[in-house]
């Protein structure tokens, strides 16, 4: 393809994603030969529009309609969005209501706030992530036997703090093995967040050739207990739920009830956020692209914030049909001032 046609190809593309998140509508043909501002004909444009469906950046909903973007097409559109220079002055706005609105203890307002104006500038949920620092942090575990299969747990982290329960382990351990399990552990899990550590160690008992080894496979069973329903310190804020049912932009019931769950457990999503943030920077998890069948009806723009001390995130989650233009430069200019503020409070 010659750049030229290359060139068209992509007004067309950004002007039907543009007129279809503006009106929910399969968009015509005839609109886009003014809309797309190429000067060329409706058979040119029918000509491109044929060349996008192929390659599926598009799709005709209904033989007589116009068409609809499909993932890999906003996918398109948003990374032409990411390529533009963002307008500092979304930070700018946001950073001076932060100062001039938060109280009490700074980082639980800021982003309480921060959620809040997300939510109300996107139209979408809004959410605000504490850094990982600021979560429990495990140091080390003890196990006391109490009877023939009962053991009591005692959970040391960070700081001093000291959660105990008490497990049925389902067999009986000798002291040995429990100071041995308890060792194992220590040893492969110490100075990682609580919330980590569970991660960590579900991903550890996926890895079944570890489990051939009794010392680990009994340590792995003794985990599993001493991390499940532990209270995770990490807090989320969410704001705007009612925002998915003002205009459902589509979706069904069973769609809106998997997100309103999530959200609604919280702890599913800071999950689902520690699956996807790997780096500094904007996030954009589009449709398909996400790892939860469930969520695929979805799209998130995330973007991490400093404290001084750590990294936490904040951003938006709505249906695909969203305006990226304006939850991408929301989302990165809260996260400039969350971060300035945090860093400067004065």
Do not use: C
């Amino acid at each position: 393809m010659n750049p030229e046609t290359q060139e068209r190809s992509k007004r067309v593309l950004a002007a039907l994603i543009r007129e279809y998140i503006s009106s929910g509508d399969p968009v015509p043909s005839s609109l886009l030969v003014t809309a797309a501002g190429l000067g060329v004909s409706s058979a040119t444009v029918r000509s491109i529009l044929a060349r996008l469906e192929d390659d599926g950046f598009i799709q005709q909903p209904h033989t007589s309609s116009g068409r609809i973007p499909t993932d890999r097409g906003y996918r398109f559109y948003v990374d032409l969005l990411l390529d533009t220079k963002r307008s500092p002055r979304t930070a700018s706005a946001v950073e001076a209501r932060l100062r001039r609105d938060s109280s009490g203890p700074l980082l639980d307002s800021v982003l309480s706030h921060v959620s809040q104006l997300l939510s109300q500038a996107s139209r979408q949920v809004g959410f605000a992530l504490r850094p990982e620092h600021e979560a429990a942090v495990f140091d080390r575990v003890e196990f006391i036997s109490l009877s023939a299969a009962r053991v009591l747990v005692v959970i040391v982290a960070r700081g001093g703090h000291v959660i105990q329960k008490v497990v049925d382990i389902g067999e009986p351990l000798a002291a040995e093995d429990l100071r041995e399990a308890a060792n194992y552990l220590n040893t492969e899990f110490s100075g990682l967040p609580l919330h980590r550590a569970r991660e960590a160690v579900l991903d550890r008992i996926n890895e079944e050739r570890l489990l051939y080894d009794a010392l680990i496979a009994r340590a792995m069973r003794l985990a599993t207990s001493t991390f499940a329903d532990l209270p995770d310190e990490r807090v989320i804020f969410v704001e705007g739920t009612a925002s998915l049912l003002e205009e459902t932009h589509g979706l069904t019931l069973d769609m809106l009830r998997t997100l309103l769950e999530m959200i609604e457990e919280k702890q599913r999503l800071v999950r689902v956020l520690n699956e996807y943030i790997d780096g500094p920077g904007l996030t954009v998890v589009i449709g398909a692209e996400h790892l939860h069948a469930g969520l695929r009806p979805f799209s998130l723009i995330a973007s991490t914030y400093e404290d001084g001390s750590g990294t936490g995130t904040i951003g938006v989650i709505g249906p695909t049909r969203m305006r990226y233009s304006r939850a991408i430069a929301v989302v990165d200019g809260a996260a400039q001032a969350v971060s300035r503020v945090l860093r400067d409070p004065n």
